[in-house]
């Protein structure tokens, strides 16, 4: 398996295939991350065209169970992002 790629790598080949400099692929890149997250973190979802969709999703308290002593536990209400991926990225890695 091949090990994922770094921001660095990352930022190289998007300002190659932008045709910018790194520089500006790096700003452009950021910005998205801070978007998204920005967004996820109110509660709402961002689409990602050909990548898939990242939500938050609202989990209910629940009853967990801790493997090392059997116990049950309760678990306090939470939230959680979910990505769901992309048909156009599925049937690519197919």
């Not at 790096?26 to 990548?51: F, H």
């Not at 049950?72 to 992309?86: N, S, Y």
């Amino acid at each position: 398996m091949n090990k994922p790629m770094t921001k660095t790598q990352l930022v190289a080949a998007l300002s190659e295939e932008m045709g910018t400099d790194k520089k500006s692929a790096s700003a452009a890149l950021d910005a998205i991350a801070a978007v998204v997250a920005r967004e996820v973190a109110g509660g709402g979802a961002v689409t990602l065209p050909g990548i898939g969709k990242v939500a938050c999703r609202a989990r209910p308290e629940r009853e967990v169970r801790n493997p090392a002593t059997g116990e049950t536990l309760t678990k306090a209400a939470d939230r959680a992002v979910k990505v769901t991926i992309a048909k156009a990225l599925k049937d690519a890695v197919a």
